[in-house]
């Protein structure tokens, strides 16, 4: 866990950000559903994708660095969001 730690840095970290709110705001419009709602989410998906990957044992992350990373955050937070979009449903025009 440390040794992803160290990969993300302050920097990687924020670009998991970022990249959770961009996930967000085109879920929200793609979906329609709430923006906040989804940007949140995405944020929450793309920083923890990471950190269970290496949970469960994942090595493809430590082994292929950042690029990896980023990879794992952006599916994983759109996994999320079409959890969370199949949950709450299609709220447009309510």
Same mark, same amino acid.
């Given at each position: 866990?440390?040794?992803?730690?160290?990969?993300?840095? =302050?920097?990687? &970290? +924020?670009? @998991?950000?970022?990249?959770?709110? #961009? *996930?967000?705001?085109?879920?929200?419009? %793609? $979906?329609?559903?709430?923006?906040?709602?989804?940007?949140? =989410?995405?944020? &929450? +998906?793309? @920083?923890?994708?990471?950190?269970? #990957? *290496?949970?469960?044992?994942?090595?493809? %992350? $430590?082994?292929?660095?950042?690029?990896?990373?980023?990879?794992?955050?952006?599916?994983?937070?759109?996994?999320?969001?079409?959890?969370?979009?199949?949950?709450?449903?299609?709220?447009?025009?309510?």
């Amino acid at each position: 866990m440390e040794g992803l730690l160290q990969t993300l840095g =302050v920097i990687g &970290i +924020a670009i @998991l950000v970022v990249i959770g709110l #961009l *996930a967000g705001l085109l879920a929200s419009l %793609i $979906a329609g559903g709430d923006r906040g709602l989804y940007m949140v =989410v995405g944020v &929450i +998906a793309a @920083l923890a994708t990471p950190f269970v #990957l *290496a949970l469960i044992g994942v090595g493809v %992350i $430590a082994a292929y660095g950042i690029a990896a990373i980023l990879v794992a955050a952006i599916v994983g937070a759109a996994i999320v969001l079409l959890i969370v979009q199949a949950v709450s449903g299609n709220r447009r025009g309510r």
